[in-house]
């Protein structure tokens, strides 16, 4: 007598073959469980990805802001030596492949804000040269700062060790 209360005798065979039979899943199970976790996977992995494009947007940023404000620094001093008004464009460096450009131009012309011979306008633009063709698009990615420098004598004597 079986625990159920019945008299019914299985023999192996008979459950050697109800267990082959539920060994694996149904199709229709595999596509729900697939289903399932494409519904979950694809808008993580979607996420994870922006979350790494942000990421390094970032860290391009804090770069250029960093090279910005060196090239400021440059121009500043070598203006407020020698009073030369120049425009310059060049190459900061690499990071991951892609290039990054700077614009430099300094003035001392009411149209750009300054006064000549007082006060130069020292305006500079670095950039994300993402299609690598040497100028800015305003798709790229970009740091400008701008500053004013005032001609004293100071700083020339300064320059010049007098």
């Given at each position: 007598?079986?625990?159920?209360?019945?008299?019914?005798?299985?023999?192996?065979?008979?459950?050697?073959?109800?267990?082959?039979?539920?060994?694996?899943?149904?199709?229709?199970?595999?596509?729900?469980?697939?289903?399932?976790i494409?519904?979950?996977?694809v808008?993580?992995?979607?996420?994870?990805?922006?979350?790494?494009?942000?990421?390094?947007?970032?860290?391009?940023?804090?770069?250029?802001?960093?090279?910005?404000?060196?090239?400021?620094e440059?121009?500043?001093?070598?203006?407020?030596?020698?009073?030369?008004?120049?425009?310059?464009?060049?190459?900061?460096?690499?990071?991951?492949?892609?290039?990054?450009?700077?614009?430099?131009?300094?003035?001392?012309?009411?149209?750009?804000?300054g006064?000549?011979?007082?006060?130069?306008?020292?305006?500079?633009?670095?950039?994300?040269?993402q299609?690598?063709?040497?100028?800015?698009?305003?798709?790229?990615?970009?740091?400008?700062?701008?500053?004013?420098?005032?001609?004293?004598?100071?700083?020339?004597?300064?320059?010049?060790?007098?």
């Open positions: 007598m079986r625990c159920d209360g019945s008299d019914r005798v299985t023999s192996h065979k008979t459950v050697r073959r109800d267990y082959l039979r539920r060994a694996g899943q149904t199709m229709l199970e595999l596509i729900a469980a697939t289903t399932i494409s519904v979950a996977i808008p993580a992995l979607r996420l994870i990805r922006q979350r790494i494009e942000v990421s390094s947007d970032l860290r391009h940023y804090e770069w250029l802001h960093c090279r910005c404000v060196a090239k400021v440059q121009a500043m001093a070598r203006t407020s030596a020698s009073w030369l008004m120049t425009t310059q464009q060049g190459v900061l460096g690499n990071v991951d492949r892609t290039p990054f450009r700077y614009a430099l131009v300094t003035s001392d012309q009411p149209s750009a804000g006064v000549p011979g007082k006060l130069a306008v020292i305006d500079v633009l670095a950039y994300r040269d299609n690598r063709n040497g100028t800015f698009d305003s798709n790229e990615i970009k740091v400008r700062l701008a500053t004013k420098v005032a001609k004293t004598l100071t700083y020339q004597e300064i320059a010049n060790d007098r």
